[in-house]
């Protein structure tokens, strides 16, 4: 995997990441709005005598929606600015295409590398011969031995 490859693949989970955070604090935000001001008016204020309601209980949702917004909105120009990022980044990808190795070789080392094909190359057709030569040698000669056999008996 290349660099750019792990780049886009760390920009698209950081991006996934970010969007489940939100998602996730737009929940918390739900449960504190429904549940903050039964819990305040239970527990803080029980011994109290309220004439009006208290403004902490005007904040709470305001509050928890404002704070679940302000992440939203910043989530998704962070998911922006990471898909512009994403896009030049394969752009890059597309134009170097695969991963070249002889960009990363010397001319020296790849003379040698053809080189080593080619002896390899060489070496191999003369052994496929001598091994079939070998080959018909061994099988005339078991089949004499046997004619001899079958002769002498």
Known sequence: MTSNQFKVNYLMMKSIKEVLASLLLFLAALFL???APSLLLRYVYAGQQLLAEPKLLEYIPLGSFVIAILFFIYTLVGCFIRSRKIKQLMSNLELMGDVDVSTQLTEKEI???????DDAIAQKKPAKKSTRKVARK???????????KTKKS
């Open 33 to 35: 709005t429904a549940i």
């Open 111 to 117: 003379a040698e590398l053809e080189s080593i094909v």
């Open 138 to 148: 061994t099988a005339t000669k078991t089949t004499k031995s046997t004619r001899r």
